[in-house]
């Protein structure tokens, strides 16, 4: 189904292939019950039913639901929402941060862990809140990707 030539609900294999990738990344999976789209280039959005509905007899819809993920290679880059959703199932490629390191998290500063960490994208958290994902470049440092309008100010 094809609300707008940019917006494309993934079918049953797709969204299969997406919660294998979300399994192999973070040895999570809970999107399997919800409606997935893809909107441009491997940006994956969380919707309803109804919501498709509505937008189908609407003009000029350019994006619904709530961003969610992006999918990069063989990667899956989790949004804040996204990591938030899957918070409590992520098990895989998670780190745990310190109060400083949060708020560095949050500022979109660069951090550099200790731990040595083999995966491209890992998932934040300090104690129980969810911070988002990040990349994890080949010198160790870990860039977050929160957007530019989200970040703390210093």
């Known amino acids: 189904m094809i609300v707008d030539e ?9 969204k299969s292939a997406f919660q294998a990738m979300l399994k192999r990344c973070y040895d999570a999976e809970d999107f399997s019950d919800k409606v997935l789209i893809q909107v441009g280039e491997g940006k994956i959005r969380l919707t309803t039913n109804d919501t498709i509905r509505v937008a189908e007899k609407m003009q000029g819809v350019h ?3 709530l961003y969610v993920a992006k999918v990069k290679g063989n990667d899956v880059v989790l949004s804040i929402e996204g ?3 899957l918070c409590n199932r992520i098990k895989k490629n998670r780190i745990e941060l310190t109060k400083e390191q949060s708020k560095l998290w949050m500022e979109g500063a660069p951090l550099q862990l200790e731990k040595f960490i ?3 994208y890992v998932v934040a958290f300090y104690k129980d809140l969810c911070l988002g994902c990040g990349r994890v470049s080949v010198d160790g440092k870990i860039y977050p990707h929160v957007p530019k309008w989200r ?3 210093q």
């Open 6 to 14: 940019k917006i494309v609900l993934l079918n049953s294999s797709k």
């Open 63 to 65: 994006s619904l639901g």
């Open 83 to 85: 990591s938030q959703l």
């Open 118 to 120: 083999t995966a491209r």
């Open 151 to 153: 970040r703390l100010q």
